[in-house]
Each structure stands twice: as structure tokens, then as C-alpha cells.
């Protein structure tokens, strides 16, 4: 397969088990944030986003959650499963220019079975 | 089904080639944007469009370049000038360029040289 992100920050889970993965954003005047899931050799795919009036969103066994005030981000999934293992990223939208849109750069997530 | 379709997957380019990487949508967005990915780096962005016959620059435009003459269409050039071209190129757009809605992807096109 495709390798990106070769030194991205790793975390690994077992199957059944919830998963965290953290992103810091740089800008306070940020008002809308999104989480992307890539796989290997494809394209970001959406997976949830978050408006800054929200602390809390929750999907399909994903939870996002926002603290302003140290301007941190979570993605939670619950009861992991290998078909999750993939490369998370977080994006930040700034209300300044014509493009506003800022991405981390990304946790690869491996599901033990 | 709406989406975006890159092609091709992968491309070769030899030395002193450009290169053209296509980059198609039926979302009816008004915003396209081209990003490089490298490994253990994020998306930078090469090019962006707002609008139909518009496009500026990025981060890293330099040895690129793109047309915006169909809304539907951005395709994207790999000149001879791109010394390091060895990169997985992605596509995306958006309804417009400063809304709260998420970019959609396409699939990716990697590119090597011979």
C-alpha cells in the first residue's frame, strides 16, 4: 500500500476498545473544525465537524469534542475496529483570507485485532 | 453519486516533461483547491479557485500550474520547473470558499519520476 505520513504520531488500540485521538489548533479566532479519516493510498474522507459554539457532537461511535479555552480537539471512537485503522487529521477554518482552511498533520491509528 | 474524480491514479513524468493531473466534480462547488502530500507532512496547498475563470496561489505554487475554464473542472500542470514532483497530489473542493462546510476529496493521483 501507500505510505503516508511515515513519522506521523502513532497510537495503537485493541479491537472493542474506545480510542482517542488529540489535535492542537493554532488559532483562536477559529470557528469551525473538522475531522478527516485517510486511508492508505486514497483521499480524506469526512468523518464529523464541529461548529465553536459546541463543546460536544456526537456520530455514528464518534464524539468530537472542543476546549476553547486551551484550544484543543478530540476525536473519540468508540469500540474500535479494524476496519478504523487509517490516518486521522484535524482541520481548523480561520475566518481570514479566501482560503481558510488549515490541516494538521494527522495520528495513524492501528487496530490490534 | 456526487463526488470528485482525479485521474489518473498513479503518472510517471520524466525528465523536462509537464505533466497534467486532472481533477473533476459534479458537486457544483464553487471553490477547488490542489494540496501536496508528503510523507510525515499535512496537506499544503499549491492552488486555489473561488470561482469559475479564477485561481490563486498557495504555499508552495511554484512549478505549477492550474486553469479554472469549467466549473466543474480544475486540472492541474507539473511543469519541468518542479525540481521535486514526487508527491501524492490531492483535490478538493467546497460550495464556497469561506463557508462552515467541510472540503471533499477525491482520491488522490501519485506522481513519480522516472
Known amino acids: 500500500g501507500e505510505s503516508v505520513g511515515l513519522h506521523l504520531p502513532t497510537l495503537s488500540v485493541q479491537e472493542g476498545d474506545n480510542s482517542i485521538i488529540n489535535c492542537a489548533y493554532s488559532?483562536?479566532?477559529?470557528?469551525?473544525f473538522i475531522w478527516y479519516k485517510q486511508e492508505s493510498g486514497k483521499g480524506p474522507q469526512f468523518i464529523i465537524d464541529?461548529?465553536?459554539?459546541?463543546d460536544k457532537r456526537q456520530g455514528q461511535r464518534v464524539t468530537v469534542l472542543l476546549n476553547k479555552t486551551v484550544k484543543h480537539l478530540s476525536l473519540q471512537i468508540a469500540a474500535t475496529q479494524p476496519g478504523d485503522s487509517a490516518v486521522y487529521f484535524c482541520?481548523?477554518?480561520?475566518?481570514?483570507?479566501?482560503?481558510?482552511?488549515?490541516f494538521g498533520t494527522g495520528t495513524r491509528l492501528t487496530v490490534i485485532p | 453519486d456526487g463526488g470528485i474524480t482525479q485521474s489518473p491514479k498513479y503518472l510517471f513524468r520524466k525528465e523536462g516533461q509537464n505533466v497534467t493531473l486532472s481533477c473533476e466534480q459534479n458537486?457544483?462547488?464553487?471553490?477547488m483547491y490542489w494540496y501536496r502530500q508528503d510523507p510525515g507532512q499535512g496537506l499544503r496547498l499549491i492552488y486555489y479557485?473561488?470561482?469559475?475563470?479564477?485561481?490563486q496561489k498557495g504555499d508552495i505554487a511554484e512549478g505549477y500550474s492550474v486553469s479554472r475554464e469549467k466549473k466543474e473542472s480544475f486540472p492541474l500542470t507539473v511543469t519541468s520547473a518542479q525540481k521535486n514532483p514526487t508527491a501524492f497530489y490531492l483535490c478538493?473542493?467546497?460550495?464556497?470558499?469561506?463557508?462552515?462546510?467541510?472540503?471533499?476529496f477525491g482520491d488522490g493521483t501519485r506522481l513519480s519520476i522516472l
Open positions: 478538493a473542493s467546497r460550495d464556497r470558499p469561506n463557508s462552515n462546510q467541510p472540503q471533499h
Open positions: 488559532n483562536s479566532a477559529s470557528d469551525y
Open positions: 464541529i461548529r465553536s459554539n459546541m
Open positions: 482541520a481548523e477554518n480561520t475566518q481570514t483570507g479566501a482560503n481558510n482552511l488549515f
Open positions: 458537486l457544483n462547488h464553487d471553490a
Open positions: 479557485s473561488q470561482i469559475v475563470n479564477d485561481f
